[in-house]
């Protein structure tokens, strides 16, 4: 029967402290390892106008690769919003909607990204023991990324903000829920997700989940 253990350290000069917690068993895994692809520096630009918390206009350079209808996510310096609808005019790029942070100040530098889909993607949570979302990126480790995790009707089940695994708070993003944590992910069963990074490098999301048979 496979397994899972998530472990905790903190040390202090004169002390150290470790948590242990108990394997978690499961009885199936589901495992997906998703490349995001590196962005286009033409995707980095500024905040031109910015005409409500979540509608604006971007303006990037030329080689951006955004298209009207593209369903991009946005990061700053402090936020990031996502799914968000795109409408191109050259290198303007008219930002809509979505769900996050509210919008930045105008001139703010911003990041546009394209999402990539991963369909499918199968994830019944109501059976999770443990679920673990991790972004790695070798080349990069101040990248940030989101992944949005949906049902077959587009709704959102569980929207997870990401950064760099070897960056403060990287393996948040663990859930024990066999121990005791709360099950974000419970309700219709997840199958696909939207996901982006704002870096310059490819990264690799993981989502892992150790399934119980009989819930």
């Known amino acids: 029967m496979p397994s899972a253990q998530h472990n905790q350290s903190f040390t202090f000069p004169g002390y150290s402290f470790n948590a242990q917690e108990a394997a978690v068993t499961f009885d ?9 692809p590196a962005i286009a520096a033409a995707q980095v630009g500024t905040l031109d106008t910015r005409t409500d918390d979540d509608t604006g206009v971007a303006g990037l350079s030329s080689g951006h690769g955004i298209s009207t209808s593209d369903v991009v996510d946005v990061y700053w310096s402090g936020g990031r919003r996502y799914g968000m609808d795109a409408t ?12 996050g942070d509210n919008l930045p100040t105008a001139t703010t530098a911003v990041t546009v990204v394209i999402q990539t889909e991963i369909n499918p993607l199968n994830l019944d949570g109501d059976n999770a023991e443990v679920v673990a979302i991790v972004y790695r990126n070798a080349n990069d480790s101040s990248a940030k990324g989101s992944l949005d995790l949906q049902d077959s009707g587009s709704a959102s089940i569980k929207q997870v903000d990401l950064v760099h695994e070897t960056a403060n ?16 992910f419970t309700g219709n069963p997840i199958t696909k997700g939207f996901a982006s990074h704002d870096s310059q490098q490819a990264g690799t999301l993981y989502v892992l989940a150790g399934i119980d048979s009989t819930p």
């Open 169 to 184: 708070g990287g393996l948040d993003n663990v859930w024990n829920i066999s121990g005791g944590d709360t099950n974000d």
């Open 88 to 99: 191109v005019s050259g290198d303007n790029v008219t930002i809509d909607g979505g769900a």
């Open 28 to 36: 199936s895994i589901s495992a997906y390892e998703v490349t995001l």
